[in-house]
Protein backbone atom coordinates (compact mmCIF):
# COMPACT_ATOMS: atom_id res chain seq x y z
CA UNK A 1 0.00 0.00 0.00
CA UNK A 2 1.20 3.40 -0.65
CA UNK A 3 1.56 5.15 2.45
CA UNK A 4 3.19 8.50 4.03
CA UNK A 5 4.54 8.57 7.39
CA UNK A 6 5.43 11.92 9.73
CA UNK A 7 6.42 10.20 12.94
CA UNK A 8 6.53 13.57 14.80
CA UNK A 9 3.54 15.68 15.15
CA UNK A 10 5.21 18.45 17.26
CA UNK A 11 8.95 19.77 16.65
CA UNK A 12 10.18 22.65 18.49
CA UNK A 13 13.55 24.28 18.30
CA UNK A 14 15.07 27.06 18.96
CA UNK A 15 15.67 30.29 16.65
CA UNK A 16 18.99 29.52 14.83
CA UNK A 17 18.67 25.93 15.30
CA UNK A 18 19.07 23.16 12.61
CA UNK A 19 15.71 21.57 11.81
CA UNK A 20 14.67 18.15 10.29
CA UNK A 21 11.52 17.04 9.50
CA UNK A 22 10.81 13.45 8.96
CA UNK A 23 8.83 12.05 6.18
CA UNK A 24 8.68 8.22 5.34
CA UNK A 25 7.45 6.42 2.44
CA UNK A 26 6.08 3.57 1.25
CA UNK A 27 5.53 2.59 -2.61
CA UNK A 28 6.37 0.26 -5.76
CA UNK A 29 7.49 2.07 -7.58
CA UNK A 30 9.30 5.31 -8.45
CA UNK A 31 7.91 7.62 -6.38
CA UNK A 32 7.76 11.77 -6.67
CA UNK A 33 7.96 13.38 -3.18
CA UNK A 34 6.67 16.71 -2.16
CA UNK A 35 6.80 19.19 0.27
CA UNK A 36 3.79 21.28 1.37
CA UNK A 37 3.43 23.98 4.58
CA UNK A 38 0.59 25.48 5.76
CA UNK A 39 1.25 28.99 7.73
CA UNK A 40 -1.03 30.48 10.18
CA UNK A 41 -4.16 31.25 8.42
CA UNK A 42 -3.06 30.68 5.38
CA UNK A 43 -3.84 28.10 3.02
CA UNK A 44 -1.83 24.83 2.06
CA UNK A 45 0.85 25.69 -0.51
CA UNK A 46 3.69 23.79 -1.90
CA UNK A 47 6.79 24.18 -0.73
CA UNK A 48 9.34 21.83 -2.55
CA UNK A 49 9.17 19.04 -4.85
CA UNK A 50 12.38 16.39 -5.14
CA UNK A 51 12.89 16.82 -8.77
CA UNK A 52 13.28 20.30 -8.33
CA UNK A 53 16.67 19.62 -6.44
CA UNK A 54 16.09 23.33 -5.26
CA UNK A 55 16.09 25.19 -1.91
CA UNK A 56 12.94 27.18 -1.37
CA UNK A 57 12.95 28.97 2.32
CA UNK A 58 16.64 27.84 3.20
CA UNK A 59 14.37 24.14 3.16
CA UNK A 60 16.31 21.41 1.23
CA UNK A 61 15.29 17.43 0.78
CA UNK A 62 16.78 15.05 -0.65
CA UNK A 63 14.71 11.58 -1.38
CA UNK A 64 17.04 8.46 -0.32
CA UNK A 65 15.56 5.30 -2.36
CA UNK A 66 17.03 2.80 0.11
CA UNK A 67 15.82 4.21 3.26
CA UNK A 68 12.53 5.83 1.63
CA UNK A 69 12.61 8.55 3.11
CA UNK A 70 12.25 12.14 1.97
CA UNK A 71 13.20 14.28 4.97
CA UNK A 72 13.17 18.27 5.18
CA UNK A 73 16.13 19.94 6.53
CA UNK A 74 16.92 23.70 7.39
CA UNK A 75 20.64 24.27 8.93
CA UNK A 76 19.38 27.58 10.74
CA UNK A 77 15.36 27.86 11.66
CA UNK A 78 13.51 31.09 11.85
CA UNK A 79 10.22 32.25 13.54
CA UNK A 80 8.37 32.45 10.42
CA UNK A 81 8.95 28.84 9.53
CA UNK A 82 6.86 28.24 12.17
CA UNK A 83 3.81 26.39 10.50
CA UNK A 84 2.32 22.99 9.74
CA UNK A 85 4.38 20.92 6.80
CA UNK A 86 2.60 18.03 5.33
CA UNK A 87 4.75 15.69 3.36
CA UNK A 88 3.01 13.63 0.57
CA UNK A 89 3.78 11.21 -2.52
CA UNK A 90 2.40 11.20 -5.66
CA UNK A 91 0.91 7.81 -7.10
CA UNK A 92 1.36 6.36 -10.33
CA UNK A 93 -0.66 5.15 -12.83
CA UNK A 94 -3.57 6.91 -14.86
CA UNK A 95 -3.88 10.55 -13.50
CA UNK A 96 -1.83 10.14 -10.74
CA UNK A 97 -3.29 11.40 -7.11
CA UNK A 98 -1.14 12.91 -4.12
CA UNK A 99 -1.16 11.29 -0.73
CA UNK A 100 -0.29 12.97 2.21
CA UNK A 101 1.18 12.52 5.34
CA UNK A 102 -0.21 13.56 9.00
CA UNK A 103 1.94 16.45 9.18
CA UNK A 104 4.22 18.07 11.75
CA UNK A 105 3.71 21.09 13.32
CA UNK A 106 7.06 23.29 13.45
CA UNK A 107 7.11 25.54 16.07
CA UNK A 108 10.30 28.06 16.19
CA UNK A 109 10.95 30.10 19.27
CA UNK A 110 12.82 32.88 19.83
CA UNK B 1 -2.64 36.56 -8.24
CA UNK B 2 -5.10 34.01 -9.01
CA UNK B 3 -6.18 32.07 -6.43
CA UNK B 4 -8.84 28.81 -5.42
CA UNK B 5 -12.40 29.94 -4.42
CA UNK B 6 -14.38 28.22 -1.74
CA UNK B 7 -17.81 28.56 -0.26
CA UNK B 8 -19.03 28.85 2.82
CA UNK B 9 -16.21 29.42 4.75
CA UNK B 10 -17.85 27.42 7.92
CA UNK B 11 -21.31 25.08 7.66
CA UNK B 12 -23.07 24.08 10.78
CA UNK B 13 -25.50 21.55 9.89
CA UNK B 14 -27.58 18.89 12.02
CA UNK B 15 -26.87 15.44 11.18
CA UNK B 16 -29.10 14.14 8.11
CA UNK B 17 -29.91 17.08 6.31
CA UNK B 18 -27.89 17.56 3.32
CA UNK B 19 -25.45 20.55 3.12
CA UNK B 20 -23.46 21.59 -0.43
CA UNK B 21 -19.86 22.57 -1.23
CA UNK B 22 -19.03 25.14 -4.18
CA UNK B 23 -15.15 25.83 -5.97
CA UNK B 24 -14.23 27.73 -8.30
CA UNK B 25 -10.73 26.71 -10.00
CA UNK B 26 -7.94 29.19 -10.60
CA UNK B 27 -9.08 30.11 -14.63
CA UNK B 28 -6.89 27.56 -17.09
CA UNK B 29 -6.76 24.74 -14.69
CA UNK B 30 -8.22 21.21 -15.64
CA UNK B 31 -7.44 19.45 -13.02
CA UNK B 32 -9.73 19.79 -9.98
CA UNK B 33 -9.71 17.78 -6.42
CA UNK B 34 -11.50 17.85 -3.25
CA UNK B 35 -10.41 16.75 -0.65
CA UNK B 36 -11.57 16.20 3.22
CA UNK B 37 -9.10 16.87 6.02
CA UNK B 38 -9.60 15.26 9.51
CA UNK B 39 -8.41 17.14 12.47
CA UNK B 40 -4.95 15.71 13.31
CA UNK B 41 -4.71 14.14 9.71
CA UNK B 42 -3.87 15.01 6.25
CA UNK B 43 -5.68 15.84 3.18
CA UNK B 44 -7.27 12.97 1.72
CA UNK B 45 -8.30 12.54 -1.91
CA UNK B 46 -12.38 12.55 -2.18
CA UNK B 47 -12.32 12.81 -6.12
CA UNK B 48 -10.62 14.25 -9.08
CA UNK B 49 -11.97 16.07 -12.18
CA UNK B 50 -10.13 16.24 -15.29
CA UNK B 51 -12.12 18.65 -17.11
CA UNK B 52 -15.98 17.87 -16.44
CA UNK B 53 -14.97 13.95 -15.96
CA UNK B 54 -14.42 12.19 -12.49
CA UNK B 55 -10.85 10.45 -13.29
CA UNK B 56 -11.00 9.10 -9.37
CA UNK B 57 -13.79 8.98 -6.94
CA UNK B 58 -11.69 5.69 -5.42
CA UNK B 59 -12.17 6.79 -1.83
CA UNK B 60 -16.16 9.10 -1.81
CA UNK B 61 -18.23 7.43 0.16
CA UNK B 62 -20.86 7.46 -2.85
CA UNK B 63 -23.48 6.58 -1.01
CA UNK B 64 -23.98 10.09 0.81
CA UNK B 65 -21.40 11.95 -1.17
CA UNK B 66 -21.78 13.12 -4.85
CA UNK B 67 -19.96 15.65 -6.85
CA UNK B 68 -20.18 17.46 -10.40
CA UNK B 69 -18.14 19.81 -12.74
CA UNK B 70 -20.92 20.19 -15.40
CA UNK B 71 -18.84 22.33 -17.42
CA UNK B 72 -15.54 21.47 -16.48
CA UNK B 73 -15.05 24.71 -14.32
CA UNK B 74 -16.10 25.57 -11.12
CA UNK B 75 -17.82 22.36 -8.98
CA UNK B 76 -20.00 21.45 -6.20
CA UNK B 77 -19.70 18.23 -3.63
CA UNK B 78 -22.53 17.56 -1.86
CA UNK B 79 -23.41 15.56 1.01
CA UNK B 80 -27.08 13.95 1.61
CA UNK B 81 -27.46 13.21 4.24
CA UNK B 82 -24.38 14.30 6.72
CA UNK B 83 -23.43 12.22 9.34
CA UNK B 84 -21.31 13.32 12.63
CA UNK B 85 -18.45 11.49 10.97
CA UNK B 86 -18.31 14.35 8.23
CA UNK B 87 -17.52 16.87 10.66
CA UNK B 88 -14.38 17.94 8.80
CA UNK B 89 -12.30 20.70 6.66
CA UNK B 90 -13.13 20.26 2.85
CA UNK B 91 -10.28 21.53 0.80
CA UNK B 92 -10.67 22.41 -2.96
CA UNK B 93 -7.76 21.93 -5.26
CA UNK B 94 -6.63 22.58 -8.53
CA UNK B 95 -3.35 22.30 -11.03
CA UNK B 96 -2.58 23.28 -14.61
CA UNK B 97 -1.68 20.94 -17.06
CA UNK B 98 2.03 21.95 -17.99
CA UNK B 99 3.07 22.05 -14.26
CA UNK B 100 2.22 18.50 -13.28
CA UNK B 101 -0.70 16.81 -10.62
CA UNK B 102 2.01 17.81 -7.94
CA UNK B 103 2.05 21.11 -7.87
CA UNK B 104 -1.92 21.97 -7.01
CA UNK B 105 -3.09 25.49 -5.38
CA UNK B 106 -5.72 25.04 -2.61
CA UNK B 107 -8.57 26.81 -1.71
CA UNK B 108 -9.38 28.30 1.64
CA UNK B 109 -11.41 25.46 2.85
CA UNK B 110 -14.68 24.71 3.93
CA UNK B 111 -14.99 24.05 7.71
CA UNK B 112 -18.10 21.87 8.06
CA UNK B 113 -19.52 20.62 11.90
CA UNK B 114 -22.22 18.35 12.26
CA UNK B 115 -24.18 18.38 15.70
Known amino acids: AQRVTQPEKLLSVFKGAPVELKCNYS??????LFWYVQYSRQRLQLLLR??SRESIKGFTADLNKGETSFHLKKPFAQEEDSAMYYC????????????FGAGTRLAVHP | EAEVAQSPRYKITEKSQAVAFWCDPI?????LYWYRQILGQGPELLVQ????????DSQLPKDRFSAERLKGVDSTLKIQPAELGDSAMYLC?????????????FGPGTRLTVT
Open chain 1, 88 to 99: ALSSSGGYNKLI
Open chain 1, 27 to 32: YSGSPE
Open chain 1, 50 to 51: HI
Open chain 2, 93 to 105: ASSAPDRGMGEQY
Open chain 2, 27 to 31: SGHAT
Open chain 2, 49 to 56: FQDESVVD
